[in-house]
């Protein structure tokens, strides 16, 4: 059952970057509601049924604001997905993930347990690990950035070497 009604004109398009190719969609308004990389649109195509129901966007050349945030971001300016404006479905609580997953800075991680705890809900450590992955925008709600307890790399909708490339391209210290 869709979390939310489609929003109107999605379109979708392909964004080289130096981390592989970024699978983006965003609405009539420029917000973006998917982010996720070649090779796992299936895993996309899922949540976005999932948070829209069936929907088939238009193939477009994606907002040069989008690309220009994006383009930035991978050439050293970390804050600037900052500026990139997101909609998502979504239930309440994963709303609620997706949204402090966006207060984690650049070059830092958090743990799962911290981030329950930061939202409030410090016993939904699996809840919100489930919402994390369920995220539809990553990279620009940095779902990267959550490790485990032990600071191990867990799991990444866009696999664990993506993740540890922008873990490192952050600055942060992984393995």
């Known amino acids: 059952m869709p979390t939310a009604t489609p929003p109107e004109g999605l379109a979708f398009d392909r964004i080289p970057t130096q981390a592989g190719e970024a699978l ?3 609405d009539r308004d420029l917000r973006l509601r998917v982010f996720d990389w070649a090779g796992y ?14 929907t ?3 193939s477009a050349p994606a907002p040069k604001s989008l690309k220009a945030a994006l383009s ?10 900052d500026t990139i404006e997101c909609a998502t479905g979504g239930t309440p609580f994963q709303r609620t993930v997706w949204t402090a997953l966006r207060d984690i800075p ?4 958090l743990s799962y347990g911290a981030l329950a705890r930061r939202i409030g809900k410090p016993a939904a450590v699996r809840a919100v ?7 539809p925008i990553g990279l620009v ?26 873990l490192r391209h952050e600055g942060v210290s992984v393995q």
């Not at 650049?106 to 991680?109: D, N």
């Not at 690990?129 to 995220?135: F, K, S, T």
């Open 24 to 26: 983006v969609m965003w």
């Open 41 to 54: 649109e299936p895993r996309m195509r899922r949540l976005l049924e999932r948070h829209y129901g069936p």
């Open 56 to 58: 088939e966007p238009k």
């Open 72 to 81: 930035a971001y991978f050439a050293g300016d970390l804050t600037s997905l």
């Open 106 to 109: 650049a070059g830092t991680t």
């Open 129 to 135: 690990g489930l919402a994390n992955g369920a995220n």
């Open 141 to 166: 709600v940095p779902c990267h950035r959550v490790i485990g307890a032990d600071g191990s790399l867990t799991g990444y909708g866009g696999g664990i070497e993506r993740k540890r490339w922008l």
